[in-house]
């Protein structure tokens, strides 16, 4: 299994991006019954949970991107998004999607957003 997460880039502040993350190689059952997250790190700083989803729907976002973010997965494509709007600078960081089943956790790669001012 391999998470390949793309989407990332370089915008101006009040921008937006969506991530993506497809998860390559997983069963769609395994898929269908995760949890999924996504996750950011910035430079000196510890990974922080910014968004997760649960296999029945639930969803819950760190403070600071409620109601500019929103995390969705399409269960046919084996994908989970992270739709960003209204990006601020201390959005920049590389952000990591994240699947944690019920045997293991599965990570992406990370892609990289910077937001300017």
């Known amino acids: 299994v391999q998470l390949q997460a793309s989407g990332g880039g370089s915008v101006q502040a009040g921008g937006s991006l969506k991530l993506s993350c497809v998860a390559r190689?997983?069963?769609?059952?395994?898929?269908?019954?995760?949890?999924m997250g996504w996750y950011r790190q910035a430079p000196g700083n510890q990974r922080e949970l910014v968004a997760d989803?649960?296999?029945?729907?639930?969803?819950n976002y760190q403070d600071s991107v409620k109601g500019r973010f929103t995390i969705s997965k399409d269960n046919s494509k084996k994908t989970v998004y992270l739709q960003m709007n209204s990006l601020k600078p201390e959005d920049t960081a590389k952000y990591y999607c994240?699947?944690?089943?019920?045997?293991?956790?599965?990570w992406g790669q990370g892609t990289q957003v910077t937001v300017s001012s």
């Open positions: 994240n699947i944690e089943s019920a045997s293991r956790d599965y």
């Open positions: 190689g997983m069963i769609w059952s395994t898929f269908t019954g995760s949890r």
């Open positions: 989803l649960t296999s029945g729907g639930s969803t």
